[in-house]
């Protein structure tokens, strides 16, 4: 049981690349997230899916694509990288609303720097 | 607007004392309320967590309080043990919706 994978786990871009951070779970949970994690602010949610065919925006969705074609999978695109998106992102799961969707598993992270 | 802040950026305690982390939040509507712990290089785990009809929750070292009238939520952690240096988040819920996070504290625990 791997719990939430997430890959590449470091990754440089040039301004104006593209490229997928990849999740997947193999918990059966409903529930995915991604969140980005930046000094002195936290982590901060980006997209989030209640489950296969289902997305909607969270904190600070701008620049970043989701889609959810599977339960396990859920990657996360960047079209058109900026240094801003400078960030450590993380990949979470739970299970469905009303049982127990509060507690999420985590992904050990992908960190990104975007020259 | 941050709805989740945790005003300390750092703690540093004695192994063997008391680690007290604290959180505040400003919206009423969050029900349910957690504690993550996250080492370097790896991601936040669920430490304990509280629902808004309580004011405290016991796990071992660990109790929450939570205080809904001061909006105030707080981790004791005792006897404190080095191996618990690591940065704590909390997080508060909406009924059925995301978890809304705070800044983090870095607690060190020194032997």
């Known amino acids: 049981n791997a719990g939430v994978t997430q890959t590449p786990k470091f990754q440089v871009l040039k301004t104006g690349q593209s490229m997928t951070l990849q999740c997947a779970q193999d918990m059966n949970h409903e529930y995915m997230s991604w969140y980005r994690q930046d000094p002195g602010m936290g982590l901060r949610l980006i997209h989030y899916s209640v489950g296969a065919g289902i997305t909607d925006q969270g904190e600070v969705p701008n620049g970043y694509n989701v889609s959810r074609s599977t339960t396990e999978d859920f990657p996360l695109r960047l079209l058109s990288a900026a240094p801003s998106q400078t960030s450590v992102y993380f990949c979470?799961?739970?299970?469905?609303?009303?049982?127990?969707?509060?507690?999420?598993?985590f992904g050990s992270g992908t960190q990104l720097s975007v020259l | 607007d941050q709805q989740v802040k945790q005003n300390s950026p750092s703690l540093s305690v004695q192994e063997g004392r008391i680690s007290i982390l604290n959180c505040d939040y400003t919206n009423s509507m969050f029900d349910y309320f957690l504690w993550y712990k996250k080492y370097p290089a790896e991601g936040p785990t669920f430490l304990i967590s509280?629902?808004?009809?309580?004011d405290k929750n016991e796990d071992g070292r660990f109790t929450v309080f939570l205080n809904k009238s001061a909006k105030h939520l707080s981790l004791h952690i005792v006897p404190s043990q080095p191996g618990d240096s690591a940065v704590y988040f909390c997080a508060a819920r909406t009924s059925g919706s995301r978890l809304t996070f705070g800044e983090g504290t870095q607690l060190t625990v020194n032997p």
């Open positions: 509280i629902s808004s009809i309580k």
């Open positions: 979470a799961s739970s299970y469905g609303p009303g049982r127990g969707n509060e507690k999420l598993f």
